[in-house]
């Protein structure tokens, strides 16, 4: 238990210590978050609130991971490729942010550029996994003593995990709080089931995780001083789908991110049903605007998502090894 203590308390106080001096950093720089036209009226006071915080929140998981892992472990190559694959996917965002801070407006990437970029790192990261960590490509049904061989699949299974849990992730940080908060339910779920499993390095990965998104909840609460952006949303999602797949948790990763995939899932129905009915199944996805609009307050629509986490969370951890 001690390093993954280490791991979650280390990322946290470096979150909390350097907050205060990126924050002013990047005001200064300014990376201030542009609102959506058509989101509802009250994100209109965000405008100007500085972004790209993720990398404040990523430098604290891969510092404190690596600070512990290589304590404890001596750097053992799963983690560092789930290092390797967070960091990626931290430039991608970066890239985006970039974008939509130049351009000052909420677009940088469009989803079609966005995947190209996203779809050749994810295959590269699970063939990698498949080729020089482990040859094990069967999938344990949560719950049950039953497992299904992808074979030759598996890679492209493991690219479509990290891809969806990637966007899945930057969905869901549409309120403060809400993704980061989330995060930490769902690494702290993926730990405590890595530990049981025998991953510890991974365990370690996400204890740094929690702990860096527990930090960043400081600054990011209603309302909020910092939004993660592009660069910690799609980071975050990296991390959690790269710890899954290294401690070979891939589908437990849907349960205890429950919340991730409901947002994701909202998104879709949304689009599937306005093409093919000509109206809308929500007010406005991702869904925590639906209940936005429906008359739930930000701290509200947060706090009882956070609630929904913890139990999918609790869930998984049943349903682990």
């Known amino acids: 238990m001690t390093p993954y203590l280490a791991a979650g308390g280390l990322a946290t106080a470096l979150t909390l210590a350097a907050g205060g001096p990126v924050i002013g950093w990047l005001r200064r720089r300014g990376a201030v978050q542009s609102i959506r036209q058509e989101a509802p009226a009250r994100h209109g006071q965000k405008s100007g609130t500085p972004t790209m915080g993720g990398l404040l929140l990523i430098g604290a998981v891969v510092v404190a991971a690596l600070a512990v892992d290589v304590w404890e472990e001596g750097a053992p190559p799963g983690l560092l490729i789930a290092v390797v694959g967070t960091g990626l996917f931290a430039v991608i965002g970066g890239v985006d942010d970039a974008l939509a801070i130049a351009r000052r407006r909420n677009l940088g990437l469009r989803a079609r550029e966005k995947l190209l970029l996203q779809i050749p790192a994810a295959l590269l990261l699970g063939a990698f996994v498949v080729r020089f960590l482990h040859p094990d490509t069967s999938l344990a049904i949560p719950g049950m003593r039953l497992s299904v061989d992808l074979g030759w699949a598996y890679p492209v299974f493991c690219a479509a995990l990290i891809v969806g849990m990637v966007n899945a992730v930057n969905l869901t940080d549409g309120l403060d709080g809400l993704?980061?908060?989330?995060?930490?339910?769902?690494?702290?779920?993926?730990?405590?089931?890595?530990?049981?499993?025998?991953?510890?390095?991974?365990?370690?990965?996400?204890?740094?995780?929690?702990?860096?998104?527990?930090?960043?909840?400081?600054?990011?609460?209603?309302?909020?001083?910092?939004?993660?952006?592009?660069?910690?949303?799609?980071?975050?999602?990296?991390?959690?789908?790269?710890?899954?797949?290294?401690?070979?948790?891939?589908?437990?990763?849907?349960?205890?991110?429950?919340?991730?995939?409901?947002?994701?899932?909202?998104?879709?129905?949304?689009v599937a049903c306005f093409k093919t009915t000509g109206r809308r199944l929500f007010r406005m996805s991702p869904f925590h605007h639906h209940f936005e609009l429906a008359g739930w307050t930000e701290t509200q629509t947060v706090v009882r998502f956070w609630v929904c986490g913890a139990l999918l969370a609790a869930l998984g951890v049943g349903l682990g090894p």
């Open 179 to 270: 993704a980061a908060g989330s995060t930490a339910i769902a690494a702290v779920a993926l730990g405590i089931l890595a530990a049981q499993s025998g991953a510890a390095p991974i365990g370690i990965l996400c204890a740094a995780v929690a702990g860096a998104a527990l930090g960043f909840l400081w600054f990011n609460a209603y309302p909020a001083g910092v939004f993660m952006g592009d660069v910690g949303s799609q980071a975050l999602g990296a991390a959690l789908a790269m710890a899954a797949i290294l401690a070979k948790l891939e589908l437990l990763v849907l349960i205890v991110g429950g919340v991730f995939v409901a947002e994701a899932l909202s998104v879709f129905l949304q």
